[in-house]
């Protein structure tokens, strides 16, 4: 971890040498800070030798938005570091305070005790930072020598300016091609930006939708950006719940700021606004900042899809601190919708050595004759739920309740305890058997063969200092039983996905299989109380390297325990 939460960089090269030497710079500096990193352009500016006052921001031309594209895409390069470009004049005060002060040694010639005075008297003049803080420079004074001529281009005419511009989009876990596209629209603004951030049913078809964070955070996190970047202008943010939103009917805006793939969309606005009496935007076309991270199933270019991909199989909340619940073994509490692929989930994890409780398969042993809630379900729902055998007929039984909720809740008071207990004799055999560096097998009881609860034998494996069971359980959440486990797993997929395998899988019509889901909690109320999410929408090879992923990390977080192997 860098020792410093946040820091100001300052770079004095000219801007046509930036797109050059960025990488370099802000590799070096997320060395230093964690972030944000707030850069400070200055263009000439001799560090060793400050002026009074302040020298003027570089001006606002194509050769500044090439550097903004260089500087946030050598951000992705370091996992989307938190980097702030600040554009128009200083004198203000930031959001996050710099700990630390850094400069390219290589732009800063001569000894270096006068370079990090000017840097301290820079950074207390411009941003209100204590007189005295930290300032460290960068790499070997003769690193990122360049071309002179090169480096001495014409920057470009300047950009056009607008009074007010409008801007939109998702703005989920604002990386750096938000960034460069919010970045261009405050240069060429000169009162106020709009900006529309989608919600609602606009959300509905994004990649991994209910990994997207809140809008109210996502707005927080949007405006604190464009505050540190350029306060002087007035920053209006509002939900878009269409594709549209304000941008066809606000009468003072005149510039609409899109990418390659929205200026469909910026057309449509202006047709839009056309049908309205009001005249067309501009529309200023912003180029997409290539990815250099992005791996299988990912976008080439910097996206929020990507960016919630790379969370699948992470921990995204704290494990559950349960005092009443034993440390031996390690829970996990597998859950899922029908069709989301969480059954392909637990054979993978059962074959990187977890215990599997498969609890559907529990369920259909309390319902067979002498089970423990069969006596209770029959005098409950009469006779005309058993078949000739006698035994209960599920499907019949399913008729019943389905669609009752008080049927239903009559037969989940039954059902749900006596699932509970026998999974809780299988957490406690697993604890019991497993010891300490131990791998072990053992021969299926006789009710686990009878009603094929398991595979010929059950692993058991003590891993980075504790046993791990998996709980296999599509109503782990509704039953409450997230009691019973340290962290909860949920496999997601898309609504249209798990239609096409339910009908595929089930024989079911469409409409079955749509009510089906819709009887069951959603996606985004299961992810809201998990650890871990998985998605089994891709191929099953990256299917598998979401779970090693999950598994190994969990093996790191059981490693801080190593001493209480089962």
Known sequence: MPPFGSGLLVLTAPLAALPRRAAAAVAAAARVVAGPLYVHLQPGLRLAAPAEPLPAAPPACPALLRALAALYAAAAAQRDLDLRVLLGPGCRRLSRPPRVLLAAAAEAPGPPGPVQLGLQHLAAAAYGCPPHLPAVLLGDPGDGRGDPEEDAQDTGAALPDFSDVVVGGTFDRLHGAHRLLLSACCLLARQRLLAGVSDGDLLRHKVLMELIEPYELRAAKLREFLEDVKPSLRYDIVPLVDPYGPAITDPNLQCLVVSEETRKGGEAVNKKRLENGLPELALYEILLVKDPEHSQNEEEKISSSSLRQRLLGTLLRPPRQNPALPSRPYVIGLTGGTGSGKTSIAKLLGRLGAFLIDADKLGHAVYVPGGPAYERVVATFGAEILNEDGTINRKVLGAKVFGNQERLKSLTDIVWPEIARMVKEQIGEAGAQAGPGSLRLRPLRRMEVAFSFLSDFSLVSCCSG?????????????????????????????????????????????????????????????????????????????TRKQVEKAWALLQQRLSRDRDALL
């Open 466 to 542: 504790k046993a791990v069971c998996v709980l296999d359980a599509a109503v782990l959440l509704e039953a409450g039983w997230q009691d019973m486990v340290h962290e909860v797993w949920t496999a997601i997929i898309p609504e249209e996905e798990a239609v096409k395998r339910i009908m595929a899988r089930d024989g079911l019509s469409e409409e079955a299989a749509r009510s089906r889901l819709r009887s069951q909690m959603s996606n985004s109320r299961r992810v809201e109380q998990s650890q871990v999410v998985l998605c089994t929408l891709w191929e099953p090879e990256v």
